[in-house]
Nanobody, 126 residues
Framework: QVQLVESGGGLVQAGASLRLSCAASGRTFSSNIMGWFRQAPGKEREFVATIRWSGSYTYYGDSVKGRFTISRDNTRNTVALQMNSLKPEDTAVYYC???????????????????WGQGTQVTVSS
């Protein structure tokens, strides 16, 4: 089992920044990728970013490319999502996920992930 806990969400104005964090515990060796997804009310879950535990591989969804940065801290088993230049359309519940896949990019689909956090709310006002 892998447990994931997100933190760092909140209410900010457009143009502001937030940094989300995902703490992983349990059998983290069973997963080789981490990802961030988001889901707004009434909409499907959307891919945001993914990163491998090893190497420098990252990949971003088109809507956040150039504004968001995913990073990892292997010693603490944490993954962060730095969110800059936030827009009202970024408002959603953000979920951290752990999975296992080969090739790159992989992990852009929710089906690649076995473990999910409970989500953290991000609200951006105009």
């Amino acid at each position: 089992q892998v447990q994931l806990v997100e933190s760092g969400g909140g209410l900010v104005q457009a143009g502001a920044s937030l940094r989300l964090s995902c703490a992983a515990s349990g059998r983290t060796f069973s997963s080789n990728i981490m990802g961030w997804f988001r889901q707004a009310p009434g909409k499907e879950r959307e891919f945001v970013a993914t990163i491998r535990w090893s190497g420098s591989y990252t990949y971003y969804g088109d809507s956040v490319k150039g504004r968001f940065t995913i990073s990892r801290d292997n010693t603490r088993n944490t993954v962060a999502l730095q969110m800059n230049s936030l827009k009202p359309e970024d408002t959603a519940v953000y979920y951290c996920a752990a999975g296992d896949c080969g090739g790159w990019p992989c992990g852009t689909r929710s089906q690649a992930y076995k473990y999910w956090g409970q989500g953290t709310q991000v609200t951006v006002s105009s």
